[in-house]
Structures are given as structure tokens and as C-alpha cells.
């Protein structure tokens, strides 16, 4: 999944602190939803009512008015009892709210409880999935992304997200194996590119990653993420020379990051 505003910074805070443990790479799973993209056909008598109470609770959500969108999408609820599938989007705006609050247990319980109402939901499960991943429940996690893949066979994200969490497992055979299906079915999609570069790094197999990295580049060249991760394969390979022209590259795109980079090197050269 493209990794953007607040999840890209998240994910580049996680790597810079894995990369003081000694680990490669960054593979967030997909991104914090702000909303769900599903459109859920409307049958509730309230209709009207629904429609507003989820626009209200999508701006105080915007707002970063947490509290207030929760109470309100509680309220779809309570409207949506002769409607499940309104009742699922109220309780997945919820999951969504918590994920942003990185309340993860919350997220997973209002996810769970979304789905339950809407077994159909592709997307839904995908973020049940991310949810258990941050709480570091892989397998239950890549039970919900393969509900969300049956789905929703062209759902990338979830598939991304099957293979970052058998990496974070530690079984990058299998990691490797779906990351390189996704490109095969979606050969644009840069994120797989990347997320199988770092996979082979984290395997001991920079040497091979630095192709897929530099092919993550060539389709988003604005992302800092892909700079990153290519600078710390250069560094598995002992090429700080390489790994410093990455960090003269991320000083146009990312100055922060460019400078999060800085450091990890010159701890490398240490």
C-alpha cells in the first residue's frame, strides 16, 4: 500500500529505531485509514440522518476530534440496527479513529465487529490485518489478509501486507514468494518492489535487493522511503560511498529524513 503523510512518517520513525537494533529496511503495513473506501449501500430509514452523522464524524475525524467522531459514529450505530452493513461502516470509522490514535487493540476490536456485520468487506479486513500486525499478532493477521485477497484478488495492499508480515515472522522464503506474485500481477506497484528488496536484505541478500530498490525509484521517485532503504542495502554491502549519494538525493526530497540517514551512517562507520 503507498505509504503517505502520517503512515510515512510513522513507518520512517519505525525504521530509524530498527536500524539502531541492527535490522534493515522499513515495510510498514499499509498505511493508517482515515477513511474507509467502501461505499455501503443505504436501506436504513434514517437515512438522511445516517448520511450527515458519518460526514459530521469524518470532518471532527479530520479535525483530530477523536473523542467527538467516535461518539458520533456510535450513533450510526445505535440508528443501524435494521442495517448491518451501516453498522459495519459505523464501527470500521471507528477502527479507523483508533488506528490513527495507534490504539491498535481498539482498532482490531471495532474491525472484528465490522466484519462480522459485513463479511464481504475486502477492505475492512485488509485494516483488521493491519491492526493485529502493529499488536504483533502475525498469524491472525495474515488470516485477515487472505479474507481481504479472496475478497478482492486486486486489492494490492493486502497482499503487501502478507508479505511484510511473513517477513516480520522471520520466514522470508514466503515473504519473497508473495512479494514477487504482487509484481507479477501488478508490475507498477513500487511499494513491492521495495518491500521485496528489503525482504532479501534483511535475508542476506543485498547484493540482489539493490535491482529492486532502484526499480522502486524509477516508478516513485518522490517517495524517501525507497532512498532510505536503498542507502542501508549500500551499507550491508560496505559501500558507504553509495549509501552517502543517497543521502545527497534525500536532502531535496526528505531534508528530515536526509538527516536521519546522515546519522545511521556515520553509527555504521563507528
Same mark, same amino acid.
Request: charged letters at 20%; zero cysteines; aromatic letters at 8%.
Given at each position: 500500500?503507498?505509504?503517505s503523510?502520517q503512515?510515512?512518517?510513522?513507518?520512517?520513525?519505525?525504521?530509524?529505531a530498527?536500524l539502531?537494533?541492527?535490522s534493515v529496511g522499513v515495510q510498514?503495513l499499509?498505511q493508517q485509514p482515515a477513511?474507509?473506501?467502501?461505499?455501503?449501500?443505504?436501506n436504513?430509514p434514517?437515512?438522511?440522518?445516517?448520511?450527515?452523522l458519518?460526514?459530521?464524524?469524518?470532518?471532527a475525524?479530520?479535525h483530530g476530534r477523536?473523542?467527538e467522531?467516535?461518539?458520533?459514529?456510535?450513533?450510526?450505530?445505535?440508528l443501524?440496527?435494521?442495517?448491518?452493513?451501516?453498522?459495519?461502516l459505523?464501527?470500521?470509522?471507528?477502527?479507523?479513529?483508533y488506528m490513527?490514535q495507534?490504539?491498535f487493540?481498539n482498532?482490531a476490536i471495532?474491525?472484528q465487529r465490522?466484519v462480522?456485520?459485513?463479511?464481504?468487506?475486502?477492505e475492512?479486513y485488509?485494516?483488521?490485518?493491519?491492526?493485529?500486525g502493529?499488536?504483533?499478532?502475525?498469524?491472525r $493477521?495474515i488470516?485477515?489478509?487472505? @479474507? *481481504?485477497? %479472496? #475478497?478482492d /484478488?486486486?486489492?494490492?495492499k493486502?497482499?503487501? =501486507?502478507? &508479505?511484510?508480515s511473513?517477513?516480520?515472522?522471520?520466514?522470508f522464503?514466503?515473504?519473497?514468494?508473495?512479494?514477487r506474485?504482487l509484481?507479477?500481477s501488478?508490475?507498477t506497484?513500487?511499494l513491492a518492489?521495495?518491500?521485496l528488496?528489503?525482504?532479501?536484505?534483511?535475508a542476506?541478500?543485498?547484493?540482489e $535487493?539493490?535491482?529492486?530498490?532502484? @526499480? *522502486?525509484? %524509477? #516508478?516513485? /521517485?518522490?517517495?524517501?522511503?525507497y532512498?532510505? =532503504?536503498l &542507502?542501508i542495502?549500500?551499507?550491508m554491502?560496505r559501500?558507504?560511498t553509495k549509501a552517502l549519494?543517497?543521502?545527497?538525493?534525500l536532502?531535496?526530497?526528505?531534508?528530515?529524513i536526509?538527516?536521519r540517514?546522515?546519522?545511521?551512517?556515520v553509527?555504521?562507520?563507528?
Amino acid at each position: 500500500m503507498d505509504l503517505s503523510g502520517q503512515a510515512r512518517s510513522k513507518a520512517l520513525r519505525s525504521l530509524a529505531a530498527a536500524l539502531l537494533l541492527g535490522s534493515v529496511g522499513v515495510q510498514a503495513l499499509g498505511q493508517q485509514p482515515a477513511r474507509n473506501s467502501v461505499k455501503y449501500p443505504v436501506n436504513n430509514p434514517a437515512t438522511n440522518e445516517v448520511q450527515q452523522l458519518l460526514a459530521l464524524g469524518q470532518a471532527a475525524q479530520d479535525h483530530g476530534r477523536f473523542h467527538e467522531a467516535i461518539r458520533i459514529y456510535n450513533r450510526v450505530i445505535a440508528l443501524s440496527s435494521n442495517s448491518p452493513r451501516n453498522a459495519a461502516l459505523g464501527h470500521a470509522k471507528i477502527g479507523n479513529a483508533y488506528m490513527i490514535q495507534r490504539k491498535f487493540e481498539n482498532a482490531a476490536i471495532a474491525y472484528q465487529r465490522a466484519v462480522t456485520l459485513n463479511p464481504t468487506d475486502a477492505e475492512t479486513y485488509n485494516n483488521l490485518g493491519e491492526a493485529l500486525g502493529e499488536l504483533k499478532q502475525y498469524p491472525r $493477521a495474515i488470516e485477515a489478509f487472505n @479474507k *481481504a485477497v %479472496a #475478497l478482492d /484478488p486486486k486489492l494490492s495492499k493486502a497482499r503487501y =501486507n502478507q &508479505a511484510v508480515s511473513y517477513d516480520r515472522m522471520g520466514n522470508f522464503r514466503y515473504s519473497e514468494f508473495v512479494f514477487r506474485n504482487l509484481i507479477k500481477s501488478n508490475p507498477t506497484y513500487s511499494l513491492a518492489y521495495d518491500g521485496l528488496a528489503v525482504t532479501l536484505s534483511k535475508a542476506g541478500r543485498a547484493k540482489e $535487493a539493490i535491482a529492486f530498490h532502484e @526499480k *522502486a525509484i %524509477a #516508478l516513485d /521517485p518522490r517517495d524517501p522511503s525507497y532512498y532510505f =532503504n536503498l &542507502a542501508i542495502s549500500y551499507l550491508m554491502l560496505r559501500d558507504t560511498t553509495k549509501a552517502l549519494k543517497q543521502q545527497e538525493k534525500l536532502k531535496a526530497i526528505d531534508p528530515a529524513i536526509a538527516d536521519r540517514l546522515a546519522s545511521v551512517i556515520v553509527k555504521h562507520q563507528m
